[in-house]
């Protein structure tokens, strides 16, 4: 069964450097989405990504995130400067459809500032 | 562990019991809903899916009941099993690619 995979699995980084957190969504899958998870709190959605540009994005994700498909299967997640606060999970999803439809999820991107 | 931040409700079950997960959502718009798993270390895992416009879907082993009148989803998983075992949450959407997670409900299955 197809999935979507992310690397690495734990980065950790120092605050104020850059990190960029790869993807590979499912293959046939045109809608790319990024969200994150503080530990012990909710899902919450960063951005999604559609025919190479920006669809949606969150109060969160501000001029510090961007997003690139630099290729035809991998899409990215970079923060330029990272905080402490950026610690968390970072997930990847991608779907066939828009509007939410059927996001499928990767296994996440521990994120550790120190 | 989750050892700050939102605290979980639980739901105790014995294998081979039915269970019921329950969520309710915010958006009287929201128009599109999906329940995840999430197993210890792993992304939510797509379970079921249904619109506004349904009030009941079947998968396997799992239901998913819509109720508008009172933005109540809930989530059956029939002969529960010890692999059920996770923090299940719904998402809501409302014409938008932004899914809205819930706080989710943790699942123990005990023999």
């Known amino acids: 069964e197809p999935e979507v995979t992310q690397t690495p699995s734990h980065q950790v980084t120092q605050m104020g450097q850059e990190v960029i957190l790869r993807c590979v969504p499912i293959?046939?899958?045109?809608?790319f989405y990024w969200y994150r998870q503080i530990l012990g709190q909710k899902v919450e959605f960063l951005v999604s990504?559609?025919?190479?540009?920006?669809?949606?994005k969150s109060e969160i994700f501000d001029d510090q995130f961007s997003v690139e498909r630099p290729d035809g299967s991998n899409f990215t997640l970079k923060i330029r400067s990272t905080k402490l606060e950026d610690s968390a999970m970072y997930f990847c999803?991608?779907?066939?459809?828009?509007?939410?439809?059927?996001?499928?999820f990767g296994p996440g991107t521990r994120l550790t500032v120190t | 562990g989750e050892s700050v931040g939102l605290h979980l409700p639980t739901l105790s079950v014995q294998e081979g019991d039915n269970s019921i997960i329950n969520c309710a959502y915010s958006?009287?718009?929201?128009?599109?809903f999906i329940w995840y798993k999430q197993e210890s270390g792993k992304g939510p895992q797509f379970i079921i899916d249904?619109?506004?416009?349904?009030d009941k879907r079947q998968g396997q082993r799992v239901t998913v009941l819509l109720n508008k009148t009172v933005k109540h989803l809930s989530l059956q998983i029939a002969a529960t099993q010890p692999g059920d075992s996770a923090v299940y949450f719904c998402?809501?959407?409302?014409?938008?690619?932004?899914?809205?997670f819930g706080t989710g409900t943790r699942l123990q299955v005990f023999p």
């Open positions: 999803a991608s779907s066939t459809g828009t509007r939410g439809y059927e996001q499928y």
């Open positions: 293959s046939n899958h045109l809608y």
């Open positions: 990504f559609y025919n190479n540009e920006i669809s949606e």
């Open positions: 958006n009287s718009a929201s128009d599109y």
């Open positions: 249904i619109r506004s416009n349904m």
């Open positions: 998402a809501e959407t409302s014409n938008t690619d932004k899914l809205i």
